[in-house]
């Protein structure tokens, strides 16, 4: 697996990289929110607040009572393929990130969404694999223990070991994707961002073509940057910190670590965190 640095473009792309969409994915509580803000700051990418789109068109939610008149339930009953459905609504909705893009004045876009991470092969066949995918990670206990705070009851499961498994998903899913095609992903640890934001921004940055700005960290937090779905406390944030790295060690209870240590053991190993002595 390779991190930051990674500038290579596979084989089947034609756009250069400075022009390439990029998509952002991670699990939720683990700084795609930060992220977007801070390369929304950048002149040239425009990377708005989430839309739901593929979670809509998959009708991937765990309770919806109005699953079967939505939109994207009753359209199938036009016995389109779904190809043909992805093909003219994916479509529609690239078109939408462009144009957004260009009133904002920047060349081009970004889409992010922690649940992105699940839909890439969508991604892949809506961009024809002209794509930079950039994974943000964090250490698997400080997610847990924020997704525990904020609750997301209608997204991840209520019970610990529901929230476990559904993050031991999307690891598996983005690590996934970045084995079969490393020449056009990134790895952004949060840690890495919120101790050394500059240079991991650089390195990011580098990978995606463009240059770095001192205006990413200044304008960051701007109102202009507060609308749509947004992690409530980002909007309360003026600087990139570290206050919460390593916040499982005060938040989650003995059994929890154990839990999630014993069923992520692998995804420690994988992202290059230490796992915790439980002795």
């Not at 479509?91 to 991470?117: F, I, M, Q, T």
């Not at 019970?159 to 079969?180: C, Q």
């Not at 909007?235 to 992520?264: G, I, P, Y």
Request: proline share 4%; net charge neutral.
């Amino acid at each position: 697996m390779r991190l930051l640095g990674t500038s290579c473009v596979t084989s089947d792309m034609k756009l250069s990289g400075g022009s390439q969409p990029i998509i952002i994915g991670g699990f939720y509580r683990s700084g795609t929110t930060l992220l977007r803000r801070l390369l929304d700051s950048h002149s040239s990418i425009f990377c708005g607040p989430e839309i739901k789109f593929f979670k809509d068109f998959l009708g991937d939610y765990l309770h919806d009572e109005l699953a079967h008149v939505r939109f994207f339930s009753t359209v199938r009953s036009l016995a389109l393929h779904e190809d043909e459905l992805l093909s003219v609504f994916g479509n529609s909705y690239v078109h939408c990130l462009e144009l957004a893009a260009k009133k904002a004045g920047k060349r081009r876009w970004a889409d992010k969404n922690p649940e992105n991470v699940l839909y890439l092969q969508q991604w892949r066949t809506v961009l024809k694999g002209q794509f930079h995918f950039v994974f943000v990670v964090r250490h698997p206990l400080d997610v847990l223990a924020s997704l525990c705070e904020v609750g997301f009851e209608k997204t991840v499961p209520k019970e610990f070991s529901g929230k476990v498994e559904t993050y031991g998903r999307f690891i598996e899913a983005g690590l996934k994707f970045i084995e079969e095609n490393p020449g056009q992903c990134s790895l952004v640890k949060y840690e890495d961002l919120v101790n050394n934001p500059k240079e991991t921004l650089c390195g990011l940055l580098s990978d995606i073509d463009e240059q770095f700005e001192s205006g990413m960290l200044e304008d960051f937090y701007k109102p202009a940057r507060r609308a749509g779905i947004e992690d409530p406390k980002v909007r309360l944030t003026t600087k990139v910190h570290s206050e919460s790295v390593n916040r499982w060690r005060a938040d989650l209870s003995k059994a929890q670590v154990e839990e999630a240590v014993n069923r992520l053991s692998s995804e420690f190993n994988s992202l290059g965190y230490a796992i915790p002595n439980l002795g």
